[in-house]
Nanobody, 112 residues
Framework: QVELVESGGGLVQPGGSLRLSCEAS????????MGWYREAPGKQREVVAA???????NYADSVKGRFTISRDNGKNTVYLQMNSLKPEDTANYYC??????WGQGTQVTVSS
């Protein structure tokens, strides 16, 4: 397993954008699928996006067309570009890997 460290969260107004980063302590080249999930108080955990080593992406219906996941194996980093943010996107966002690794999370708050 690798250690995953998320960054890029913060407070943003509705309609705004944020870019989350997930940096791994080791190589992610051999990790097939990496992704992001989110947790908010009173809500079910939701996997919002995933990306395979071949670049195939999948998104939750709630974020399709607004979020984009990408990975840079050379930098051992996975990104989540979030546009047109809504208050319901407010949550703690976690990076995950299919080797069982996950990060400590970064808080995203969408509020005016």
């Amino acid at each position: 397993q690798v250690e995953l460290v998320e960054s890029g969260g913060g407070l943003v107004q509705p309609g705004g954008s944020l870019r989350l980063s997930c940096e791994a302590s080791g190589s992610i080249s051999s990790i097939d699928t990496m992704g992001w999930y989110r947790e908010a108080p009173g809500k079910q955990r939701e996997v919002v996006a995933a990306i395979s080593s071949g670049g195939t992406t999948n998104y939750a219906d709630s974020v399709k067309g607004r979020f984009t996941i990408s990975r840079d194996n050379g930098k051992n980093t996975v990104y989540l570009q979030m546009n047109s943010l809504k208050p319901e996107d407010t949550a703690n966002y976690y990076c995950i890997a299919d080797d069982g690794s996950w990060g400590q999370g970064t808080q995203v708050t969408v509020s005016s």
